[in-house]
Structure formats: structure tokens, C-alpha cells
Antibody, heavy 124, light 109 residues
Framework: EVQLVQSGAEVKKPGESLKISCKGS????????IGWVRQMPGKGLEWLGI????????KYSPSFQGQVTISADKSISTAYLQWSSLQASDTAMYYC?????????????????WGRGSLVTVSS | EIVMTQSPATLSVSPGERATLSCRAS??????LAWYQQKPGQAPRLLIY???TRATGLAARFSGSGSGTEFTLTISSLQSEDFAVYYCQHYHAWPPMYTFGQGTKLEIK
């Protein structure tokens, strides 16, 4: 089965570090970009960044550059999202999603496969 | 930065009726536009990409249209399972950006 399996819910205190994971299976993990998307409580979707596990090429949204770190370990088909010092405002559901593309007159990119999400709660 | 604006914020429609959701880009995005559905407690699900191509296995009652700055997602005959939040999303090549609209909540009338 083609799927992305995310790590479980986390409860952390402000200032703590955290690394959440997203493991792909059922497809060639190194051949697709993986993106991370944030959803704060009751709010919409925000894109954080993407990584190409084949060579760890990473691109960040300007809004999240320097706030989070995206990495991947292709040997275990896993992508990561990490924080060095969490804040209460990081409380959200975080989704990983596979980026697919159709090449025609232009390249059309879209997130075709999503993980179930990892809930991160930061509270003192 | 391209801004995606969805309207209305909330749409109330009766089962069996047609629903029309709009997404407007602040500048032309050609046909690089996708639609996602999100039900409570679930991850988003891809519905449409390239403005009008249905994702694999998607029911034919869903259709996407538009190009440039104006896009529409139409659900021809609403089923109970279609009541959810819908997001449009644009991809920008450089710098790479995947901008989502703020969402339209489709609720039962």
C-alpha cells in the first residue's frame, strides 16, 4: 500500500526541541519530493517546505525559513520536521504530503498523498 | 507573492443540489491550481489538479474549471459525504511556493 505514516502526538514545553517523522512506503521514496504543511487549531493550511529525499535538496517557505528544519534519511524512507526551541504558537497539526507532478506545456505540481498528521502541543 | 482568495467562506447547500466554490488568484497562475477536500479530523485529500483534472478515483460529480485568475470547483449533486472544507492551492515555480486559499466550508442547508 502506498502511504505516508507519521509519528504520534507530542506534548512539549516551550523551549524544548522536537523532531517528528514521516515514513513513506509502497513507492520509490527517493523519487518524490515530500512537503510539510501546518494547520493551526481551527485554521487553514500553510506550506512550510519541501525536501527531495534523493539528494536532500530542501526549499522553505519564507514564512518558516529559520523556524524549522526539514531533513530526510533515504535509507529508511523517512522525512523529518524539527524545531530547536518550541513556542506555544507552534501548537498545530503537521502533515507531510508527497508532491507529484504532471509534465505538459507547463509542470503542474500537487500534493497527491498525505499522512494522517502529527499533533504537536506546546504548553507550559 | 500570489494570494489565493476563496469565496464564500461558508456555503450552505441542500443534499442533491449543486455547489459552486470559487478561488481567485491575485495574479495569473495559468492552470497551476489544485483543489483539496478536508473532513473533520482527517488529512486533506487531493481532488483536482491542473485546474480541471480529477484525481484518480474521484467521483465524476466533482469538476474543476478556470484559468488565469478565476477558478471554480463544482459539485453537481451533493452527497452527504461531500460536506467538508475545500481548499484551493497554487504552485509557484520560483521561488517555490505552495500557497493555499483560506478554505470554503461546505455545510448542509
Amino acid at each position: 500500500e502506498v502511504q505516508l505514516v507519521q509519528s504520534g502526538a507530542e506534548v512539549k514545553k516551550p523551549g524544548e526541541s522536537l523532531k517528528i517523522s514521516c515514513k513513506g512506503s509502497g513507492y520509490s521514496f527517493t523519487n518524490y519530493w515530500i512537503g510539510w504543511v501546518r494547520q493551526m487549531p481551527g485554521k487553514g493550511l500553510e506550506w512550510l517546505g519541501i525536501i527531495y529525499p534523493g539528494d536532500s535538496n530542501t526549499k522553505y517557505s519564507p514564512s518558516f525559513q529559520g523556524q524549522v528544519t526539514i531533513s530526510a534519511d533515504k535509507s529508511i524512507s523517512t522525512a523529518y520536521l524539527q524545531w530547536s526551541s518550541l513556542q506555544a504558537s507552534d501548537t498545530a497539526m503537521y502533515y507531510c504530503a508527497r508532491l507529484d507532478a504532471v509534465v505538459g506545456r507547463t509542470i503542474l505540481w500537487y500534493f497527491d498523498l498525505w499522512g494522517r498528521g502529527s499533533l504537536v502541543t506546546v504548553s507550559s | 507573492e500570489i494570494v489565493m482568495t476563496q469565496s464564500p467562506a461558508t456555503l450552505s447547500v441542500s443534499p442533491g443540489e449543486r455547489a459552486t466554490l470559487s478561488c481567485r488568484a491575485s495574479q495569473s497562475v495559468s492552470n497551476n491550481l489544485a483543489w483539496y477536500q478536508q473532513k473533520p479530523g482527517q488529512a486533506p485529500r487531493l481532488l483536482i489538479y491542473g485546474a480541471s483534472t480529477r484525481a484518480t478515483g474521484l467521483a465524476a460529480r466533482f469538476s474543476g474549471s478556470g484559468s488565469g485568475t478565476e477558478f471554480t470547483l463544482t459539485i453537481s449533486s451533493l452527497q452527504s459525504e461531500d460536506f467538508a472544507v475545500y481548499y484551493c492551492q497554487h504552485y509557484h515555480a520560483w521561488p517555490p511556493m505552495y500557497t493555499f486559499g483560506q478554505g470554503t466550508k461546505l455545510e448542509i442547508k
